[in-house]
């Protein structure tokens, strides 16, 4: 059975880089009717971890992605993790280095003197006499001194290291005896039962030492699948200006779970020249191994145009809850309809659409002056004091389309063109030349609003003649 995991560092939110990787784990997992688990890696305690782990479980549950079973958090687990250390150390597989931070800097500066890599010369490696006072010793795993270690990649294909460019006798252990995260890892990933690692390549580099410890162990190892990173429109790493943030920013910035997730599986990965995946889809088509080998590039054009297509597509109940927080429930059943209808098709994040509700709802106290000199040239005034008297002597004006008779019936009667009500109508009721449909506005704020603005607009042209 496939079991993947998705193992952040509590560093204070879920970034979109690691909700990503999540994903793709979560979707293989699904794909394969395998599991997904989660494991916290909290061993740093300097950081506010229990804040910092609730935060990737909030964004989990606003991006709806259910894991399997309990959560591991790797500071429950220091008692596994030095059951292991002993082991190695029984098995002659690891060793106390006693090397002293000093000790430590001189052999470092020479090698960098002779243009070698630093790295430790293993000294303590086969060491059996009276280790020297005062120091507390780290632990170092035994690592093959020569050859190549080779990943088979799920994605990249073969990545050869060759063991003189990257390893060392690797420090599992600190002096204080708290076990480093490449030795962490590769117990959880091997006791949780993780056969296929999807991670970003930024981990690349540790992988070959994670193998190291699996061999030293005896497990098996799992399947890697190393995804490129995501990069913004210069080719370079994804900055927090660019996008790279906490997932739940996305959320205050008024973007549905649901374009998130079609965004973030289209970044390296595609299926022919599809745009839209459903959820559903996603977990029947997505395969790992499928992943581009170049890294992706971060595009938010693409978002807010999945972000629009998601919030054209919600029922008027669904959106209506999402924008609760804003004016739309002063409104009655029918005429919260009519707004989310007529802006839904405009907007492309709650945000915009937030926007457009308190735009038509609040009476206009700017009028862009552009649009005013534009529009009220003429007879505009007389127009819409016609168009006043008219509506407030037609009975039952509930729908756009009563609205849209009364002003085709004001046009009639003048013998004009509907641009000469349209336009200085549109000034009183939004401020400007742009927007929603006239007769919607009209049926949300009802006739008494719409005089209140025509006669608004009217005195103001009044204060500047
Ligand atoms: N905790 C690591 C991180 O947040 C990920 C470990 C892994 O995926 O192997 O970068």
Not at 437 to 459: H, P, Q, Y
Request: charged letters at 30%; glycine letters at 8%.
């Amino acid at each position: 059975m496939t079991t993947t995991r998705f193992a952040p560092s509590p560093t204070g939110y879920l970034h979109i880089g690691g909700l990503r990787t999540a994903l793709l784990s979560y979707l293989w997992a699904r794909r394969k009717g395998g599991k997904f688990v989660l494991r916290i890696e909290d061993t740093d305690q300097s950081r506010n971890n229990e804040e910092a782990a609730q935060a990737i479980l909030d964004a989990f549950e606003w991006m709806g992605l259910e894991y399997d079973g309990e959560i591991t958090y790797q500071s429950q687990r220091g008692e596994i993790y030095k059951q292991y250390l002993q082991q190695l150390l029984d098995e002659g597989k690891a060793y106390y280095c006693y090397m002293s931070r000093e000790e430590l800097d001189a052999l470092r500066e020479e090698q960098t003197a002779n243009k070698e890599r630093p790295r430790y010369d293993g000294r303590y490696r086969d060491f059996d006499g009276t280790p020297p006072e005062g120091i507390e010793p780290v632990i170092r795993i035994k690592a093959p001194q020569e050859g190549s270690i080779t990943v088979n990649d799920g994605i990249k294909g073969d990545i050869r290291f060759n063991v003189d460019d990257i390893l060392d006798d690797f420090i599992i252990a600190r002096s204080d005896g708290a076990p480093t995260y490449n030795f962490v890892v590769t117990i959880d990933d091997a006791l949780m039962g993780i056969n296929e690692v999807i991670r970003g390549d930024d981990h690349l580099s540790n992988t070959p030492k994670q193998m190291v410890v699996y061999e030293a162990l005896g497990f098996d190892l799992p399947k890697f699948y190393h995804v490129p990173m995501i990069h913004n429109q210069q080719g370079k790493k994804l900055s927090k200006r660019d996008g790279a943030t906490d997932v739940m920013a996305y959320k205050a910035m008024g973007y549905l779970p649901e374009a998130l997730l079609n965004f973030l599986v289209r970044l390296g990965w595609s299926h022919g020249d599809q745009e839209i995946f459903s959820m559903e889809e996603m977990k029947s088509l997505f395969d790992p191994s499928d992943i581009n080998k170049s890294a992706s590039i971060y595009n938010v054009e693409k978002l807010d145009w999945l972000n629009a297509h998601y919030i054209k597509n919600l029922d008027n109940t669904t959106l209506s809850a999402l924008l609760e927080s804003h004016d739309i429930y002063l409104l009655s059943h029918d005429k919260r309809e009519i707004i989310l209808d007529v802006i839904k098709d405009r907007a492309k994040t709650l945000e915009e659409m937030a926007k457009l509700i308190k735009e038509i709802l609040d009476t206009p106290t700017e009028y862009d002056p552009k649009a005013l000199k534009k529009a009220f040239k003429g007879e505009a005034v007389s127009v819409l004091e016609s168009f006043m008297s008219k509506s407030q002597s037609t009975p039952d004006l509930h729908l756009p389309s009563d609205y849209h008779a009364v002003m085709e019936a004001v046009v009639n009667e003048l013998g004009i063109g509907f641009g000469k009500i349209g336009q200085p109508l549109r000034v009183a009721l939004i401020g400007r030349l742009t927007g929603p449909g006239l007769d919607s506005v009209m049926a949300i704020i009802g006739v008494e609003e719409t005089t209140k603005r025509i006669k608004n607009v009217i005195a103001r042209l009044g204060e500047e003649a």
